[in-house]
């Protein structure tokens, strides 16, 4: 039930395509929902958040979809670009109990120039 | 700081001896975390501290595993014993408390041989 599963593992999209990354989670208790962004030999860098209380959230070239009754939620990446090439995780956080993040097991994204 | 900053950046220590890894958080941030992440793998949570509450110590793997924050500030992380699969990079994050985004320090690598 803590679990938040991730998909794909890894993912190759031209320039200028879109990037489609997918999580799911059990726990209904989770409300808030944050996207990290990792490179090579550095932290993750939160990226965008969403709580389940709206449906879509845009920020420059990045969305979040958010589908409640489904438990799933989603990054797009429009108009991917080298830059963008990163690990990237999905993550559900309880505000008001346990206040750790549980993050999906992320997804390598590679964009080709 | 500016940033979460954590040291070493790397540690080679021989299998059977201790290591303390060190994080220095974000001024003013009151919830500290630290997280482990094997090759390729996601992020495993250890502990959790917030303000002067008791640590949630439910993700440490063994009893070899510690962990204490002096001073609501500076976290030291100790694994006595070290094993070969101890062997990842030890991510600590900080975050303003409840609702907010962590900030990642860059992590210890460390190299149990």
């Known amino acids: 039930q803590q679990q938040v599963k991730q998909s794909p593992q890894s993912l190759i999209v031209q320039k200028g395509g879109i990037s489609i990354i997918n999580c799911a989670y059990e726990n209904t208790a989770f409300d808030y929902f944050p996207w990290y962004q990792q490179f090579p030999g550095k932290g993750p860098a939160l990226l965008i958040a969403?709580?389940?209380?709206?449906s879509e959230k845009k920020e420059g070239r990045f969305t979040i979809s958010f589908n409640k009754s489904a438990k799933q939620f989603s990054l797009h990446i429009m108009d991917s670009q080298p830059g963008d090439s990163a690990t990237y995780f999905c993550?559900?956080?309880?505000?008001?109990?346990?206040?750790?993040?549980?993050f999906g097991a992320g997804t390598r994204l590679f964009v080709k120039a | 700081g500016a940033g979460v900053s954590q040291s070493p950046s790397n540690k080679v220590t021989e299998k059977g001896k201790d290591v303390e890894l060190r994080c220095d958080p974000i001024?003013?941030?009151?919830?500290l975390y630290w997280y482990r992440q094997s090759l390729g793998q996601g992020l495993e949570f250890l502990i959790y501290?917030?303000?002067?509450?008791?640590?949630?110590k439910s993700g440490l793997p063994s009893d070899r595993f510690s962990a204490e924050r002096t001073g609501g500030s500076v976290s030291t992380l100790t694994i006595q014993r070290t094993q070969q699969e101890d062997s990842a990079v030890y991510l600590c994050?900080?975050?303003?408390?409840?609702?907010?985004?962590?900030?990642f320090g860059s992590g210890t690598r460390l190299t149990v041989v």
């Open positions: 001024s003013g941030h009151t919830a």
């Open positions: 994050a900080s975050s303003l408390g409840q609702g907010k985004g962590y900030t």
């Open positions: 993550a559900a956080y309880h505000l008001t109990g346990g206040f750790k993040t549980i």
């Open positions: 969403i709580r389940p209380d709206v």
């Open positions: 501290f917030q303000g002067n509450s008791a640590p949630d």
